[in-house]
């Protein structure tokens, strides 16, 4: 199976059949705990917790598109993120991007250092600024690109090689590439990690985490962590994510050619003043992503001049939800000021180009020249509403 393309495997895998019925659709195994025929052998499955055969056919599943050897499934992508950096210790330290998604942020602010495991948020996209961030107790240099919301691109296997190089792992959380666009264990990275809620679901009707490794003592070890933590997916969700994962493929390219076609739209516009897309050819990071994914994906973000132009434009545009979350069937237009990174001083904010202008757009599957339309009409109606209060 394994010599077929990403596209063909999401439909053809182990699990494309149950071999008990001929099923064409992964069995939910609902159940808690498992009879044990024998007293001596027990047989593969005995607590929920441990293990399920729903589960692990998605365990399974997203290690193979991940080229990885393990997988692991949680109830979230913050489970699953947390529960990676508890394969840490005491004393330890670890390096990290700025820009990282603000629940991990959080999380290594917040509690990690409670257990005196230390950080160092480092601008990623300079290999110079992450070579000197690491000091002898560092154990884990951690990756997110595309960074979120402004879109800037690391250079997965540059880092991975300099963590190599000084014995410490590479996490990367690829949520916005997924590994139909970009796989980081095939660059060098050692776990890779993912909001299953987003793109790989895909369908805004399940919170899920996901981890993959090719490294026997992290799998091992982060085995015994989830066990041990015990915050796994569902089997009815582990379906759910199983079921999505089959139009994976079909649906970043659909949304990522839209995405192309959007930003390229909203780029020639007056109104808009920046968009930030790692596709076009200007963007610093576009040759490193062209090298290490197959596309940019399908998440943009554009500025507007200021937070008024902001309410106009959310307030008139009438197809995208108006939501937090993003990797969706349907397009979710997102105001990270408001939203993601409400809690970020305005200052520091700024600092990272997340103004008070800034609009981030997931794309959908709908039609790109709707999309497009609806933009222009609520992009149309500042305009009106600026001539307006100046009297003109
Ligand atoms: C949403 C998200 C997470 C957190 O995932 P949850 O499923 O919401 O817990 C982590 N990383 C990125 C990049 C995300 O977008």
Redesign the pocket.
């Known amino acids: 199976m394994t010599d077929h393309s990403l596209q063909t495997r999401l439909l053809h895998s182990d699990y494309k059949f149950d071999p008990h019925t001929g099923a064409v659709s992964v069995p939910i195994q609902q159940a808690s705990t498992f009879h044990q025929q024998d007293f001596d052998n027990p047989g593969v499955y005995d607590y929920s917790r441990s293990g399920n055969p729903t589960r692990k056919a998605l365990e399974d599943t997203i290690a193979g598109l991940e080229s990885g050897s393990h997988g692991f499934a949680f109830a979230?992508?913050?489970?699953a993120?947390s529960t990676a950096f508890m394969l840490l210790s005491k004393g330890d330290h670890v390096v990290i991007t700025q820009d990282v998604?603000g629940?991990?942020f959080r999380m290594i602010r917040d509690v990690l250092v409670r257990f005196g495991i230390d950080h160092t948020f480092v601008d990623m996209t300079d290999l110079h600024a992450v070579a000197t961030a690491i000091q002898p107790n560092t154990k884990l240099l951690y990756i997110?690109t595309p960074s979120?919301p402004t879109l800037e691109i690391t250079d997965i296997r540059a880092v991975a090689k300099l963590a190599k190089a000084n014995d410490c792992w590479t996490f990367v959380?690829n949520?916005?590439m997924t590994p139909a666009l970009q796989r980081p264990l095939e660059l060098g990275a050692d776990l890779v990690l993912h909001?299953?809620?987003?793109f790989i679901a895909g369908h805004s009707d399940v919170?899920?985490?996901l981890a993959a490794t090719n490294d026997r003592e992290i799998a091992e070890q982060l085995g015994f962590l989830q066990n041990s933590f015990g915050s796994i997916l569902g089997a009815h969700d582990c379906w759910l994510v199983l079921r999505g994962l089959k139009t994976l493929h079909c649906r970043m390219t659909q949304s990522q050619a839209s995405a192309v076609k959007i930003a390229e739209k909203l780029s020639a516009h007056p109104l808009v003043e920046q968009v930030y897309y790692p596709g076009f050819r200007f963007h610093p990071g576009s040759s490193t992503q062209a090298y290490q994914a197959e596309g940019s994906g399908a998440v943009l973000s554009f500025r507007l001049r200021d937070e008024d132009a902001v309410r106009q434009f959310t307030k008139h545009v009438e197809l995208p939800v108006y939501a937090v979350?993003?990797g969706a069937v349907e397009s979710i237009l997102s105001y990270p000021a408001r939203m993601s990174h409400a809690s970020m001083p305005k200052e520091e904010r700024e600092k990272r180009g997340i103004t008070d202008g800034l609009l981030r757009l997931s794309v959908g599957l709908e039609n790109p020249n709707d999309l497009i339309k609806d933009f222009h009409q609520a992009l149309g109606k500042i305009e009106s509403e600026a001539f307006l209060q100046t009297g003109g």
Do not use: C, P, Q, R
């Not at 979230?76 to 489970?79: E, F, I, N, P, R």
């Open positions: 979230s992508g913050m489970a993120i998604y629940g991990t997110e979120n959380d949520t916005f909001s299953a809620t987003k919170v899920a985490g979350s993003l």
